[in-house]
């Protein structure tokens, strides 16, 4: 078993985006720019901003903050982001996932412009995407098919199997890796077989968000194993101990799928600064 190092791979991502960002302030005497928007008060939230936002320190791009209360309107947030859209000085926007339950999440997703959507959660980057047309992937998948690729993974004529279905994760994972020539089954709450769908599996990914429910006795031998799930404890959707036994490469639980996550979205922003020019 090797481990798959999305803390190393991450940072070499980053060395390259501060570089790029450098040479665009220099050249247009202005820093890229992510605007994070966050709604409500779950800490797990502003703690995932915070993140985000001392990565784009790091590197030099700048990040504007925009804060809403639990109570906001589905029509004020729009407005908000539709204000972030029509900035100039805005490459990208980060709309902080999940809002508040009176809020249509869809349609103020929606609001971002597609070429400021470095997040890739809107329709418009979903199709891009899934077409291999210019746009930005869903941050998450698109970080994993980095991290797969910083190992020289190849996916063409595996069988690959995703746990998990949701917009910004399971769905476009599968969309991604279909357009590398795998052979993608995408599983759910309603899979009734799960176990059996697994083992048949050259490559997992697991994007579920229940701790451990992909089971290391269910992994053939050699499979690549990608644990998406974040869940509190820093505890993956994969039995790592077991699995690890089992597989060929697995992402650990810190250090794996969410420092590319991350790195993805500032490398996305720092695309966005260079088509948008000065
Ligand atoms: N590291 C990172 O950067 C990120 C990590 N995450 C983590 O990834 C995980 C998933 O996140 P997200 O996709 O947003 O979660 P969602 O809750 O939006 O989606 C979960 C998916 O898992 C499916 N599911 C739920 N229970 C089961 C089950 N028993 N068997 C099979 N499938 C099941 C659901 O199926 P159905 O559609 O039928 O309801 C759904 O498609 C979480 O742990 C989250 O914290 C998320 C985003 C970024
Ligand atoms: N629109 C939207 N886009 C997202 O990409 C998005 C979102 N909403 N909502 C919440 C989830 C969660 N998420 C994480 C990103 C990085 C880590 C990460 O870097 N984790 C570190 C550990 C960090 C620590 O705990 O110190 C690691 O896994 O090594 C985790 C989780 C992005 N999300």
Redesign the pocket.
Known sequence: MAILD??AAAADLLAHVGLRAAEFTERTGRAPMLATVLVGSDPA?HT?VK?KQNRCRQVGIESRRVELGQETTTEELVAAVEALSADDAVDGI????PVPPQIDEHLAFEAISPEKDV?G?TLASFAAMSFSEPGYAS??PGGIMRLLDAYDVDLAGKHAVVVGRSR?LGKPMAMLMLERNATVTICHSRTTDLADRVAEADVVVAAVGRPELVRGAWIKPGAVVVDAG?NAG?VGDVEYGAAAERASWITP???????M??AT?LAQTMDSAERRGA
């Open positions: 999305g803390q939230s995932y993140m980060l709309l902080q996932h997040d959660v941050c998450t910004i974040y820093n639980v810190p250090g794996g799928v969410g420092p996550t991350i979205l």
